[in-house]
């Protein structure tokens, strides 16, 4: 049988560089904000001749919005992020788009004030918290039959925690090269990472609940045989998963590929982490109680 958890110090070396590595990555390149945490407008045209995105650049500055963000769509949209507009200045743009590069047909049009941004900031923030210590809970509660059930809770948080700094670094170094912008779509691929994480990291735990309740051996023997159990399963279940979230970013299109993208990345961190991380955690933490009470008891035999 593969020793997985004995090179937990391979894995968990492996994941300690991984976050190292993101932190960095926040702190050179940062995660720009969308609209919906930073106001202001969003602008999807369509025109009849296609111009260059360059151009198209070019002739928002000379209408007065030279900060305008452009991109452009596989289906040959342009998604025009500007400063909050009213009616009457999008008509304006409008126009003047229009003398430039002849008919546009607008697509959508989006406004976020400033107040508005502000709270679904907080409200994002206060969701991905309270979705940890619901975790936290949950998992003590599911796993009070067993000798140390706050060992489980902690172990999935940790292995949340891990996935989200992940994804968030290895996000911030991609949308330097590719211009992606956080948005609620974004805080929706989290929490749907932090969902998929716990899964994976349960279905792991619930086979090491249910070898330990049978035992035979040590509980690191049996982790380890747990893992191994569910190893296969949860390669199974995430590559499934993995081609359907490609099928999205390739055919669906710009409107969810920060979802798409950030689902990926959360997928295999997650799978990594639920078989390699959390699990060790369990032994490591259980491998430190033993530690410290051998003493305790050395000195009450004596």
Same mark, same amino acid.
């Given at each position: 049988?593969?020793?997985?958890?004995? &090179?937990? &110090?391979?894995?968990?070396?492996?994941?300690?560089?991984?976050? $190292?590595?993101?932190?960095?990555?926040? +702190?050179?390149?940062?995660?720009?904000?969308? @609209?919906?945490? =930073?106001?202001?407008?969003?602008?999807?045209?369509?025109?009849?001749?296609?111009?260059?995105?360059?151009?198209? &650049?070019?002739?928002?500055?000379?209408?007065?919005?030279?900060? $305008?963000?452009?991109?452009?769509?596989?289906?040959?949209?342009?998604? @025009?992020?500007? /400063?909050?507009?009213?009616?009457?200045?999008?008509?304006?743009?409008?126009?003047?788009?229009?003398?430039?590069?002849?008919?546009?047909?607008?697509?959508?049009?989006?406004?976020?004030?400033? %107040?508005?941004?502000?709270?679904?900031?907080?409200?994002?923030?206060?969701?991905?918290?309270?979705?940890? %210590?619901? #975790?936290? $809970?949950?998992?003590?509660?599911?796993?009070?039959?067993?000798? &140390?059930?706050?060992?489980?809770?902690?172990?999935?948080?940790? +292995?949340?925690?891990?996935?989200?700094? $992940?994804?968030?670094?290895?996000?911030?170094?991609?949308?330097?090269?590719?211009?992606?912008?956080?948005?609620?779509?974004? #805080?929706? /691929?989290?929490?749907?990472? %932090?969902?998929?994480?716990?899964?994976?990291?349960?279905?792991?735990?619930?086979?090491?609940?249910?070898?330990?309740?049978?035992?035979?051996? =040590?509980?690191? =023997? #049996?982790?380890?045989?747990?893992?191994?159990?569910?190893?296969?399963? =949860?390669?199974?279940?995430?590559?499934?998963? @993995?081609?359907?979230v490609l099928a999205l970013m390739l055919f669906v299109g710009a409107t969810i590929q920060n979802l798409a993208l950030v689902m990926f990345i959360g997928i295999v961190v997650g799978t990594y982490d639920s078989l390699f991380v959390a699990p060790? #955690?369990?032994?490591?933490?259980?491998?430190?109680?033993?530690?410290?009470? +051998?003493?305790?008891?050395?000195? +009450?035999?004596?």
């Open positions: 049988m593969p020793n997985i958890i004995g &090179k937990r &110090k391979l894995f968990l070396s492996i994941s300690g560089a991984l976050i $190292a590595l993101s932190l960095l990555s926040l +702190a050179v390149f940062g995660l720009k904000s969308g @609209i919906d945490f =930073s106001a202001g407008s969003l602008l999807t045209v369509a025109f009849d001749a296609t111009p260059a995105v360059a151009d198209l &650049k070019s002739e928002l500055g000379n209408l007065g919005h030279g900060n $305008a963000i452009v991109q452009e769509t596989g289906s040959e949209d342009f998604i @025009i992020r500007l /400063g909050v507009l009213s009616d009457a200045e999008k008509n304006t743009l409008e126009d003047g788009l229009e003398t430039a590069f002849g008919p546009l047909t607008e697509r959508g049009f989006e406004t976020v004030d400033p %107040i508005i941004a502000s709270q679904t900031s907080r409200t994002a923030m206060i969701a991905v918290g309270l979705a940890s %210590i619901g #975790i936290l $809970a949950y998992l003590t509660y599911a796993f009070r039959r067993m000798p &140390k059930p706050l060992h489980y809770g902690v172990g999935a948080v940790a +292995a949340v925690l891990h996935d989200v700094l $992940a994804v968030l670094g290895i996000f911030a170094a991609l949308a330097a090269v590719l211009g992606l912008e956080i948005n609620l779509v974004f #805080i929706i /691929g989290i929490l749907a990472v %932090i969902g998929y994480s716990v899964n994976n990291t349960v279905v792991v735990y619930d086979r090491i609940r249910e070898n330990t309740l049978r035992g035979g051996g =040590s509980f690191e =023997s #049996i982790v380890n045989r747990s893992v191994v159990e569910t190893f296969i399963r =949860s390669l199974n279940t995430s590559f499934t998963t @993995i081609i359907v060790a #955690i369990l032994v490591i933490w259980d491998n430190y109680d033993k530690s410290r009470l +051998a003493p305790r008891a050395s000195r +009450a035999g004596a």
